[in-house]
């Protein structure tokens, strides 16, 4: 577009005395509609990254909450190291940079018609959506788990109005000397890969100072998780016998719970009791992805790798955590670099221009597994010849491995950098 | 919607009329390149950095940045996670990331 867009802007510049900002604001409103729906990683970062690269187009945000508590770095609010004001954001800088923001619930997409309905019957029009609606709970699936189950052992895996987190944070709180926390786990895939396992680490972390007796069961649907071998490592020099992990082939699978009695039950019939627990359930793409028939059969939205545009609807581009898209993992990060491939992709399809070339997707999620102690895995994406997303071969994995006495230096370093990660992205998606 | 959208966006054009010099800049700054955005998650849409945690490598010198690139790929320079991140890149890509951070501020 650049040039007739940059020499309009440069005329508007030169004749004006008023501010730069006010060209872009009232261009917009005649430019092409971008709508985004969910204003978390993906959506947020998408709005944002759309108004400072495409000033003529007008940007849509539907978001239902007034301001958004990020998953990441919840955990440390159990870790007594974050509060949850800490991990909330406002969405006024999206305001500022002329991002309508409309807080309403998205309720159906129409792909033919092109519009999103919202809950309070207003209907918004789009030339491109991009849709980034996060996940939807499998309510039922695991037997005894559902919304009200969910006040006695919280999931805490949405951020929603952070009244999850601080449930959990409550109830450990308050777990009586010696108790136990039971953590559910669920199969893949699942938003936040190593997210259960920086939560044991960051209840460790705070039990270890405030209930040194208590203990954590950590049971897993699967055999095997991301950065298994740092994190086990961590727990061993940090935790002592704080924690066992139970894997599926231990009988690790939970298969129902009863919250009035305070049971896990596993598959074999185990019945466990425990003080607090934490069930972090089965999951699919967020509901308004599936009624707009955009899922398919596991309940994850398909999409073109290289745009992101859905199989069943070529103008809604569904990033994050809802779309089909290994090797990378369902990470924020991951949300957040390709929204902006999806967002490029979008505006290049209405201008009758081609998608970018080759892109180029990147994650690190960074864990806090105690004080001053944190991993990383990082991964490079690219597409093969055949157009699928692969990991750049040699590259990416995780922090070594090694006695902590070997790696204090890269632990402390990296428990820094995980700070300075969560600052640099966040202000990448709200200021 | 397309009343309050227009009532809305007038407003804050007025506010911004009425306050020409107090208005940010952004609205005339491109971001990154894509090839960048990856590591605009750590160092900041503009390679700013965040103080006392991911460096600035806005203003790094060209040359400079493709020799540390090529030598935390080879591990001949010591580094918590830029090694493994290093060798995610092709020579082209790394070129394309060292002319834009090297154009910045």
């Known amino acids: 577009m650049t040039m007739l867009t940059r020499r309009h802007f440069g005329a508007l510049l030169a004749g004006a005395s008023f501010a730069v900002a006010a060209p872009s604001v009232l261009r917009a409103q005649n430019g092409p509609r971008l709508v985004v729906i969910g204003g978390g990683f993906g959506g947020a970062s998408a709005a944002r990254y759309a108004r ?171 055999e095997g998780f991301s950065k298994q071998g740092l994190f086990q490592d961590g727990w061993a020099e940090l935790y002592g016998d704080m924690i066992e992990w139970i894997p599926a082939n231990l009988d690790g699978t939970i298969v129902r719970v009863d919250p009035a009695e305070k049971v896990f039950e596993s598959e074999f019939g185990e019945r466990h009791r425990v003080d607090v627990g934490n069930v972090i359930p089965p999951q699919f793409a967020a509901a308004i992805a599936r009624d707009a028939g955009l899922a ?96 750049t071969p040699d590259s990416g994995g995780i922090s070594p491995r090694g006695p902590l006495a070997d790696h204090a230096h890269q632990r402390a370093r990296e428990a820094v950098y995980a700070d300075g990660w969560y600052e640099s992205i966040t202000r990448d998606m709200f200021s | 919607m397309s009343f309050s959208n227009f009532a809305r ?40 950095g965040i103080v006392g945690a991911s460096p600035p490598i806005a203003g790094y010198g060209r040359d400079a940045m493709i020799a540390s690139f090529s030598a935390f790929a080879a591990n001949e320079r010591p580094g918590t996670i830029m090694n493994r991140i290093a060798r995610g890149y092709t020579d082209a890509e790394i070129a394309a990331l060292a002319d834009y951070f090297s154009s910045l501020r």
């Not at chain 1, 789009?126 to 037997?143: A, F, M």
């Not at chain 1, 952070?162 to 953590?183: A, D, F, K, T």
């Not at chain 1, 105690?370 to 010849?385: F, K, M, T, W």
């Open chain 1, 52 to 222: 400072m690269a495409y000033p003529d187009v007008a940007v849509t945000l539907i978001e239902p909450y007034t301001s958004f508590v990020t998953c990441p770095y919840g955990n440390l609010i159990l870790g007594g190291k974050r509060e949850l004001s800490q991990i909330t954001h406002s969405y006024d800088g999206l305001r500022a940079r002329g991002v309508d923001v409309v807080h309403e619930w998205a309720s159906e997409i129409d792909p033919v018609a092109k519009t999103v309905a919202l809950a309070d019957g207003a209907s918004v029009a789009y030339d491109k959506l991009i849709l980034s609606p996060g996940i939807g709970i499998r309510w039922g699936e695991l037997e005894g788990y559902d919304e009200a189950a969910s006040e006695i052992f919280p999931h805490a895996w949405m951020g929603g109005d952070g009244s999850q987190i601080s449930n959990l944070r409550r109830q450990i709180e308050n777990l009586p000397e010696g108790g136990v926390v039971g953590l559910a786990i669920p199969g893949n895939p699942f938003r936040c890969p190593p997210g259960p396992y920086e939560r044991i680490s960051m209840i460790a972390h705070y039990l270890k100072q405030h209930n040194p007796t208590a203990k954590i069961l950590a049971f897993d649907s699967k």
């Open chain 2, 9 to 48: 966006s007038g407003a804050l054009a007025a506010i911004l009329l009425a306050t020409p010099f107090a208005a940010p800049a952004f609205a005339q700054s491109a971001p990154a390149p894509l090839i960048a955005q990856g590591c605009a998650g750590c160092h900041g849409q503009a390679g700013e």
């Open chain 1, 296 to 391: 398919n059969e596991t309940g994850w939205v398909p999409v073109d790798p290289a745009t992101f545009a859905a199989a069943a609807a070529p103008d809604i581009h569904v990033i994050g955590d809802a779309n089909i898209a290994p090797p990378m993992p369902k990470s924020g990060y991951v949300a957040n670099t390709t929204s902006k491939v999806a967002v490029a992709a979008a505006i290049a399809d209405l201008r009758g221009e081609p998608a970018p070339e080759n892109p180029v997707y990147f994650n690190t999620c960074y864990s806090h597994v105690g004080a001053d102690y944190g991993i990383s895995v990082a991964g490079v994406y690219r597409l093969d010849a055949d157009g699928k997303i692969i990991e």
